[in-house]
């Protein structure tokens, strides 16, 4: 099969047609009213940490690397014996930070933090494909489906366009870049492997870019998920079709959908929060800090370490906050091991439903 090239950016023709113009309205609103919910958490590392884990399962998994929440949470506390696949999961979500701290510092996402975030993901520095062979294929076939472009310097210069294309300011609606740059990438497909998920960390870096969202919060992959088919013929038919208008439009309605879905999200932990907070000053009044209840909320599984590294108590008074909290249901303590961590149940389920 012949190799496909993809035409430079800016695409010649008219894409924002009526259908997709309507469409980013409603996914603009969506995502403006994420960006504005999420501001009442307290502590905005609280979010961060909990969908980016939440998001690197799910990217992964389109990967089919496939792990659960509690491998997910345990792995991400430094608990030994983690599976491959948490690992990989993990090396996602540190991949992501990674490129958001980049992006938030430099007000740019270049090419050279790309390949920074898939080496990062894959863990090799292996870079951007320099030798001819690689060919996406239909899983169930084997059949090939596409053949991105194979010469080192094709694959270079198209980067490089894209990297205008990304940083320089242009008419079209953000998110509708986003959906071309999503389909772009994929299409240059630069690297051996990890393109599908260095992508869609891109997607939520662009939106960070230009000012869409202040956070790392909106993330595609549960969407994509329930939507995998449509996600991969979708791609193929902008190439054999030119259906670029119906890709963005399922681009667009993941936004939308995945903003609606992640607002409940996080007014379901605020509320949490609140009860919480509520609880412990009214049962707890000795041990409650505003500082306590932000650590129980940081990640589903918490250790003595946090407390006393965090409030500056001693072991003996961290384990007993903990154990009061278990006595009130509020925290439940499994032992892994030598160690003893406290779940927080209620947020625990929260995020592997995600609402
Ligand atoms: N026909 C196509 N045209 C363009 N891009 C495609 C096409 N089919 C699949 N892709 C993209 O290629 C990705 C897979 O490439 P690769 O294996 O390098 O990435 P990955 O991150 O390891 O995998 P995955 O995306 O499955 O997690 C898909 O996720 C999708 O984004
Ligand atoms: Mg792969």
New binding site residues.
């Given amino acids: 099969m012949t190799e ?1 090239i993809p035409k430079n950016l800016p695409i010649p023709q008219t894409i924002e047609t009526i259908k997709v113009l309507k469409k980013t309205i409603s996914a603009n609103r969506a995502l403006a009213k994420l960006n504005g919910v999420a501001k009442i958490i307290p502590n905005q590392a609280i979010l961060i940490n909990s969908l980016v884990l939440q998001e690197a399962k799910d ?2 998994e ?4 496939i792990t659960t929440h509690d491998e997910l949470y345990r792995a991400s506390i430094d608990i030994s014996n983690i599976t491959n696949e948490a690992k990989e999961v993990q090396n996602y979500s540190f991949a992501l930070l990674k490129g958001f701290d980049l992006v938030k510092e430099n007000h740019l996402l270049l090419k050279k933090y790309i390949v920074k975030i898939q080496e990062e ?1 894959e863990q090799n520095g292996a870079g951007v494909r320099c030798q001819s062979g ?1 060919n ?1 294929k239909n899983a169930q076939t084997g059949e090939v ?2 053949t ?1 472009p194979q010469n080192y310097e094709t694959i270079q210069n198209l980067l490089d366009n894209l990297e205008k294309f990304i940083n320089e300011p242009n008419d079209n609606d953000p998110l509708v870049n986003m959906a071309i740059i ?2 772009q990438f ?2 240059i ?1 630069p ?10 960390i891109i997607n939520i870096l662009y939106l960070i870019l230009k000012g869409l969202l202040d956070i790392p919060i909106l993330y595609l992959s549960r969407y994509i998920i329930k939507n995998k088919n449509d ?2 013929r979708l ?2 038919e ?2 054999t079709k030119d259906a670029l208008e119906e890709w963005i439009l399922y681009m667009l309605d993941g936004v939308e959908q995945t903003s609606i879905e992640t607002i409940n999200l996080v007014e379901g932990i605020n509320n949490l929060m609140e009860k919480t907070t509520d609880e412990v000053k009214e049962k707890l009044p000795k041990i409650y800090s505003k500082d306590l209840i932000e650590i129980l909320f940081m990640h589903p599984y918490t250790k003595i370490d946090f407390l006393v590294d965090k409030l500056g108590i001693t072991r003996q008074t961290a384990s007993k906050y903990l154990k009061e909290l278990e006595h009130l249901e509020i925290m439940k303590s499994i032992q892994i091991k030598n160690s003893k961590y406290f779940i927080n149940s209620q947020l625990f389920a929260m995020l592997q439903k995600g609402i």
């Fill in positions: 496909f990217s992964s389109i990967e089919n690397i993901l690689t996406l489906v596409f991105p999503h389909y994929e299409s497909h690297f051996y492997d990890g393109n599908g998920r260095t992508g869609r996600y991969y791609l193929q902008v190439r």
